[in-house]
């Protein structure tokens, strides 16, 4: 079942660098090139491994950028927060990044993870 997530989740990464590249090069001929702003997403990646891999797959998709990274404690979880360029609103790039997380622990873990705890009503 992980292999099948782990190509799955391949490639979701890569449809993610060409559409991404695809909007950077669209967005060139526009007035309103970007309307960066940066986001924070408590995760629910636990080990090394998946902080590193979620951070790098944020980090390779055209558009956004992982700007920090916060260590969680016993009883928080650690936070990273994200610069992107081209979302709509901060509603549209946490859902797009809680759907990046929830496949790479599908990948990692094995199974589909629960819901994202630490929001309210789908946002913080």
């Not at 650690?78 to 992107?84: I, K």
């Given at each position: 079942m992980r292999l099948i997530h782990g190509i799955s989740y391949v490639g979701f990464i890569v449809r993610a660098i060409i559409t991404g590249s695809a909007?950077?090069?669209a967005r060139l001929f526009r007035s309103d090139y970007a309307e960066p702003m940066i986001v924070e997403l408590p995760m629910r990646c636990a080990t090394d491994l998946e902080v590193t891999v979620f951070a790098s797959s944020i980090t390779i998709t055209p558009g956004t950028l992982v700007a920090a990274i916060?260590?969680?404690?016993?009883?928080?979880?650690?936070?990273?927060?994200?610069?992107?360029?081209?979302?709509?609103?901060?509603?549209?790039?946490?859902?797009?990044?809680?759907?990046?997380?929830?496949?790479?622990?599908?990948?990692t873990r094995g199974r589909a993870p629960g819901p994202h705890t630490d929001l309210q009503g789908g946002h913080p």
């Open positions: 909007t950077v090069i916060a260590a969680g404690t016993s009883t928080t979880p650690p936070v990273v927060f994200v610069h992107a360029l081209f979302e709509e609103s901060e509603a549209s790039a946490l859902d797009g990044l809680i759907d990046m997380e929830s496949r790479l622990l599908s990948m």
